[in-house]
């Protein structure tokens, strides 16, 4: 018996892998690896598309505010465009709101003075009064508006209509501004060439901006904020 035994030991030791439990091996492999594979492609679309959403948020953060500080700065001016100034010239405030539509969305321009003047040359900066414009360019390629900023002393020659711009950020499915008078009236509009009386400039613009959103595409994710425009003396 202890031969008969010895030799089965040894013929259990020297036995290989069967067919079968080779192929087991590999089908347990191969859902190990097809789950670690699975969490960590879910961890990086999770990451990805975070760190996605959080670039529109921080875009909407610097169009908003930048927006916002440019209104609560909104000026009158002593001279006309293209002019030096002039003493006993009297006080006027440009402030052009246009409606304007793309693809059924919103695109719609804004231009008016305001101190908040930023200049990009070195050496001294340039002080009084810049006409500020925001318009946006309709994207062919991602179906998208790009909103663009200009900048120009009042005393200078302006570029023109949507050229001469700094791109303050992209991926806008409409861009919204409301303007209310003194009597909580909305308008879609305000044109300071065309109206004349005691209010020049409406009392408040709410701002709405919608961007694309790559993880809900038929949602796209809406900002608004109001601003409120300092009283005239």
Known sequence: MPALYEGWK????NRGFTLLEILLAIFMLTLVVSAVFGAFSGTFKVVNETE?????????????ERISEDLASVCGSHWTQGE???AGVTLRFLFVGEDHQVDDKSADTLRFLSSAHLSFKTGRQAEGPAEI????EYEE???????YRSDTL????????????LRLCEGL????????????????????????GIEPLPS??????????????????????????????
């Not at 040894?10 to 030791?13: G, H, K, P, V």
């Open 10 to 13: 040894a013929a259990m030791e």
């Open 52 to 64: 996605a959403q959080e670039e529109i948020y921080a875009a909407a953060r610097v169009a908003l």
């Open 84 to 86: 030096q100034p002039q």
């Open 133 to 136: 414009r925001y318009y946006t």
């Open 141 to 147: 390629k991602t179906k998208a508006l790009t909103l």
């Open 154 to 165: 009042d005393y200078l020659e302006s570029a023109e209509n949507s050229h001469g711009g």
């Open 173 to 196: 499915k409409w861009l919204d501004f409301i303007y209310y008078d003194k009597r909580g009236n909305a308008h879609k509009t305000w044109d300071t060439t065309q109206r004349s």
């Open 204 to 233: 408040r613009v709410e701002i709405s901006v919608g961007f694309q959103n790559a993880i809900f595409p038929e949602t796209p994710l809406q900002f608004m904020t109001g601003v409120a425009l300092p009283p005239i003396l």
